[in-house]
């Protein structure tokens, strides 16, 4: 029984976030680059562990590890031989680094950049009085108030200087911030895109702007060069080609900001990334293009399988929309946007897939799509209060969770502030109001018969309610920490299995208040992982969890122990709730099959597909994890 990666999607919009080849970080990637020849691959990273790692491409090796920088690496560039790799960091840090390449070590380093250096390019050799190349690199950084700076790299002494370009409009320069770099491959003129959406022409010879050209409104996000044309990547949704003295040719308009742009070897073609996590290939000549992939760029909340078709999925992302992937070929579907009523950015917080894709909202609506088409089908206005209390987290508005009856008569929708409700489904009625939870609802299930429901809340507590007479039947609270998410088990739905904030997986009978096993997620780092979901297989056998480590656990279920914990509490039948103690049991009722890092942030949500086959995980990091589940064929 095993989890095997098999796909993965996701996109950080981050400046080159995507990149033409010529032939593990654990956070979020701030920056990667590729060698001129392909052979080196290199990411950096922010947070405490600001690393940046250097990869074998042909042999998939990690090379190097650096560990110099802090908080975060700002952006990288290899010479154009491959064999220097120079890094800087953010404001921060503030360090300029030059790696050699041949063995890891450093070149060189320069401390204190100018404060919002956020740009590197090299730009060749250092040349001489007769423009001949000469040993020493030459490279550019740029950034705030419009402050260009060439930089001269000795490799063999280590020494560095550098040199500020001046204008004749130093005035102007002060409103500019640079965002990215181009050279003519002639390396005579560099190229500098703005947030002022304009770009600078500069000669590298006299180190002089010669010329700012006008492109946008919005910010050129992104800049690459061919022999005679430069294609800009603008924050107005456009890919402009100029050419090179800085005269407009051409344009195509795309879905979002075009925030990274790589030319191909044979310089006919070029990836567009979007800021709503489009790649795009798009030809140069014709500007005809072609989607090669979608991905979200925001947290994604949920993930769930069509309950009837097992070859797609759907996913709900604070980037404000419900993406529908097809398994065969992960491409999208469809994809569901907010309603023109809605307000700017509400974003969609939980959904059920049943044909249909019903959805709850941020700001308190229950939404219906079709899955084919995206098309809005009916709303509900006001399910829950669209609360703006500070005491809820960025998740915990609108619709915080939805479950959908087995006989797809009926939709119960929890909010903010423990309230549960019941809607019939034809009608769109409000049926019932169940409210005795004091906090945010996570999760709600139903039995197999649809007549109980059963409600966690991050109050601590799981409520059993009995629909026909709404009311409160059970109460299962423990002792510590909300309850993040749980499952049912057993073919009357006898346990329950929960994961929180008191950091275990927990087991419940539903004959007793009081928890039966619970056991640490990560016993080596008890105080870091956080349960945040949890999902059982069809057949019943297996488990897997996600948290604040990134990491999924996948679990098997010990069903003899199960077995005898429903024996015993069938022997104390007529017994009030809680006057039984626990049963001994004689081994643990789960076992741990394996780890597997995934995410580089938190895993939100989790699901098995309808068949087992695939397990499907989401996190704050916008990424979709797809793996094959071997195992299921056992049972």
Known sequence: MSLDFEHFIGLNAIPQGVLFHPDGQND??????????????????????????????????????????????QDLAFSDDGKILVS????????????????????????????????????????????????????????????????????????????????????????????SFAVSDDREFLYAGTTSGDYLIISLRNQRIVRAVTATRMAVHNMVCTRDTVILGCGDKGVKVYQSNGDFIRQVDLDGGVVGLSLSHDQLEVLAVTSVGTIVRLNLQSMQHIIISEAHVETIHQVAFDTGNAGRFATASSDGTIKVWDMSEYAVIATCFARREQKAGVRPLCLVFADIIISGWSDGRVLAFSAETG??????????????????DDAAVGVTSMVLSHNRRFLLTGGPTGDVRLWELRTRDLISHLKEHKQRITRILLTKDDTVALTASRDRCILRWDLRQEKRVLCHMQRMGGINDFVLLGENDDFLVSVGQDRKIV?????????????????????????FCIARS???????????????????????????????YRGSRGTLPGAVPPPRLPQPPFRLLQTVPAHSKPVVSVDFGLYDKQVVSVGEDGSVFVFFFFGADEV
């Open 28 to 73: 979020t990637v701030t920056a990667v680059k590729v060698s001129g020849d392909g052979n080196l691959i290199a990411s950096g990273q922010k947070g405490a562990n600001s690393d940046i790692i250097v990869w074998d491409y042909s042999s998939k090796r990690l090379l190097y590890r650096f560990e110099e920088h802090d908080h975060m690496i």
């Open 88 to 179: 800087i960091g953010s404001s921060d840090d503030g360090n300029l680094i030059a790696w050699d390449m041949s063995n890891g070590c450093i070149i060189s380093s320069a401390a204190r950049l100018p404060p919002g250096t956020t740009c590197i390019t090299f730009a060749g050799f250092i040349r001489d009085i007769k423009r001949r190349d000469t040993s020493h690199y030459q490279f550019v950084t740029g950034g705030k108030d419009g402050i260009v700076s060439v930089w001269d790299l000795d490799p063999f002494s280590g020494e560095m200087t550098s040199n500020r370009i001046v204008t004749d409009n130093a005035r102007a320069m002060l409103t500019r911030h640079v965002t």
């Open 375 to 392: 098309e809005n089908l009916w709303m509900l206005v006001d399910a829950h209060a669209a609360t703006s209390n500070k005491d809820f």
């Open 507 to 531: 087991l419940w009978d539903s004959r007793s208040q009081d928890l039966v096993y619970h056991e640490v997620l990560d016993a080596a780092h008890e105080d870091e992982e956080e349960g």
């Open 538 to 568: 069809k057949c019943g056998r297996y488990l897997v969890t996600g948290g604040t480590q990134g990491v999924l656990r996948l679990w098997e279920v010990v069903w003899p122990v199960l077995d005898h914990i429903g024996q015993y």
